[in-house]
């Protein structure tokens, strides 16, 4: 998810969950000062971006790791609550910071696995990282129920905590709705996989742009992948000519159930030639975190470039095809020479340090 409305679901949780101690004597934080405490807090796991400073790789080998951990969230959430204390000049105690601050860290964690992206939810003991795909990570709908119900809860003060519980349960509806859609899409791909007779099957359905009906379908098998585009609203194709818009395009991509048209793709290519020397790029140890991010790594393009012969690998889980694809790494080699590891970056690329 987009660290904006991150921190706007943070802001939402802090409205919704101020003032259920009214008739305490214990000390409250005021409630501007207690909304700014969860939209800092829950924007905060994504600090973790300083890493693209550090390596090409680096970022996608830290990027929703220890920041976004479980296991690290009160050493975080007591890290935030003694700074808001300092900017509020120790006014309020940092004890009564950090409960809101623990709660935003957990629903910005939350709202990450429901990503493809996946997050090591147990670093820095693992970085297994988990993934519940039912949203893009940038879905208008998502955030635009964040925004309404905040926007409510202001002009309407005196009913504002309930209405900031009511967005959060329709945001929590919505996931429910993306989730028997992603239940729609797995069908339809598992029975593909019926029709293809394979055994040893991998299947993911993974959330698209545009459209919370959007899904794109991998069936992995070996080092072979079937993939597809579907639009489960849709019930005749539509095509789009070069000359329209990116939207259109992405929208074009996306067919009927009982239209789709399936794809092959490769880890190492589909010929003998490609995948004796894509298997030796992707090999090379400099893209050690390569291998452990990508979950459907292919062979995207073998080229010549003044740095030698090169071989980019990408990520199904990202490619929209013929349209983008991003996170292109791998590597270069003069002839008889040794392997040089980049990252590929449109008309330049990158060495991997």
Not at 28 to 36: A, G, I, K, N, Y
Request: some cysteine; hydrophobic content about 50%.
């Amino acid at each position: 998810m987009d660290t904006l409305t991150h921190a706007l679901s943070g802001m939402l949780l802090a409205r919704a969950t101020a003032g259920t101690s009214t008739t305490s004597a214990k000390p409250q934080l005021p409630l501007h000062v207690r909304m700014w405490c969860g939209f800092l807090a829950a924007a905060f796991p994504d600090a973790d971006f300083v890493s693209r400073y550090f390596g090409s790789l680096s970022y996608l080998e830290h990027h929703r790791g220890v920041t976004h951990s479980i296991l690290m969230l009160p050493l975080w959430a007591i890290l935030l609550a003694v700074i808001f204390s300092l900017l509020w000049r120790h006014r309020y105690s940092w004890k009564l910071f950090y409960g809101i601050s623990a709660m935003s860290i957990l629903l910005h964690i939350l709202a990450d696995v429901i990503t493809a992206y996946g997050t090591m939810v147990f670093a820095p003991f693992s970085d297994w990282r988990l993934s519940l795909p039912t949203t893009f990570i940038l879905d208008p709908y998502f955030t635009g129920i964040i925004v309404i119900a905040l926007i409510l809860a202001w002009r309407l003060k005196a009913r504002g905590r309930r209405i900031a519980i009511a967005g959060l349960v329709t945001l929590a509806s919505y996931i429910g709705v993306q989730g028997f859609w992603h239940q729609q899409a797995m069908q339809i791909a598992e029975q593909k996989v019926k029709s293809l007779g394979i055994t040893n099957a991998h299947v993911s359905v993974l959330p698209q742009p545009l459209s919370p009906r959007h899904w794109k379908l991998i069936i992995a098998s070996g080092q072979e992948y079937h993939i597809a585009y579907v639009n489960l609203a849709k019930t005749k194709v539509k095509t789009a000519a070069a000359s329209q818009g990116m939207f259109s395009k992405i929208n074009a991509l996306y067919r009927p159930a009982k239209h789709l048209q399936w794809t092959t793709a490769y880890q190492y290519g589909d010929t003998d030639a490609t995948r004796q020397l894509a298997e030796a790029a992707w090999s090379l140890p400099a893209l050690r975190a390569l291998r452990r991010f990508m979950e459907y790594p292919s062979l995207f393009d073998v080229d010549h470039r003044q740095e030698g012969l090169c071989a980019w690998f990408v990520d199904q889980r990202f490619v929209l095809k013929g349209l983008r694809a991003p996170f292109r790494f791998g590597a270069c080699r003069q002839s008889a020479g040794q392997w040089q590891a980049y990252r590929y970056a449109g008309d330049k690329i990158i060495p991997v340090l």
